[in-house]
């Protein structure tokens, strides 16, 4: 795994959207927390927001169209072998997925194997897909939240680096509670960016182990 060297740690951002979690790695790289340089800020979506971001602070941009790979018979594939021509090319050697709703193929996921985050907005293995905000308040659940975890091939399956807890109250909506998730995805993202780019995470199985993490052992009970 990665890199305590000196250089900074060369990261790509895939997103396909409004980009608030790439713009929280953004403030943490500009701010010093993280020792990387967004190298490239790519999308599936040419009016997305990220893209947006990126510009705003001089970061390349790259949108790669989806549409001349959809005729082609394993067009998914194709996506990603364009994609990770790019990464190549620019050399990177963490990839982060932020929001970014297109599926990823096993072009991608070998290649970057324990090299690749994303961010999912529940606790997992609990409510992988979409909707999950929702699916959490119908199951009932008193806890929400949001887990940071490499990239396998199984969607929203692979080993979890970092997750954060919030409550479910009576009255949320899931626009409510996405809301109070989004304000800790946006702590833990770049914390588990710092944690990759100090080089203390390993992968054994499952489990990411963190040199010299300091659990706080506390009990987070919901409703208090
Ligand atoms: C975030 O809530 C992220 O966790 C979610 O999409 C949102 C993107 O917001 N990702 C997924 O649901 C992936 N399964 P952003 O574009 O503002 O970062």
Redesign the pocket.
Known sequence: MPTNSTTPLRVAVL?S??????QAIIDAVEAGQVQANIVAVISNKKESM?LERARTHGLPDVFVDPKPFAGLPDSRAAYDRALLEILEKNQVELVLL??Y?KIITAVLVDAYANRMM????SLLPSFPG?D?QKKAIDWGCKLAG?TVHFVTEGV?EGPIILQAAVPILDDDTPEIL?AR??VQ?HKIYPRAVRLFAEGRLRVEGRRVVIDGAKPDGQAIISPA
């Open positions: 997103a959207g409004r980009g608030s979690n790439l990220a932020a929001g709703m994303n961010i999912h907005p979409l999950v949001c929203d996405a998730i989004l995805e």
